[in-house]
């Protein structure tokens, strides 16, 4: 039974940085493409940005120059730097694999923007 465990989520201004952080266990994480996922308020969960397992990104134009993903597959965790922050960045922020989301969903970490 894979687990996902999302964390790292606050309010922070815009402008600001932060990085979100999910914990896998139970998986062959070394073999999977992961993503970062996001839900607004009101919204349809998204895809936000992908790695593959010899490192290579792919993000959404929203997030591009802006977020970074990234993985460590010794710790088996996966990462999303924010820079640059801004109001509609607002969401809650799962991890998944890619392109099918096929391990059940972690909680999700709830990252605001707001001044």
């Known amino acids: 039974q894979v687990q996902l465990v999302d964390s790292g989520g606050d309010l922070v201004q815009p402008g600001g940085s932060l990085r979100v952080t999910c914990a896998v266990s139970?998986?062959?994480?070394?073999?999977?493409?992961w993503a970062w996922y996001r839900q607004a308020p009101g919204d349809q969960r998204k895809w936000v940005a992908s790695?593959?397992?010899?490192?290579?990104?792919n993000y959404a134009d929203s997030v591009k120059g802006r977020f970074t993903i990234s993985r460590d597959n010794a710790k088996e965790t996966l990462y999303l730097q924010m820079n640059s922050l801004k109001h509609e960045d607002t969401a809650v922020y799962y991890c998944?694999?890619?392109?099918?989301?096929?391990?059940?969903w972690g909680q999700g970490t709830q990252v605001t923007v707001s001044s």
């Open positions: 998944n694999s890619f392109p099918s989301p096929i391990h059940s």
């Open positions: 139970g998986s062959n994480f070394n073999f999977y493409t």
């Open positions: 790695i593959n397992p010899i490192g290579t990104a």
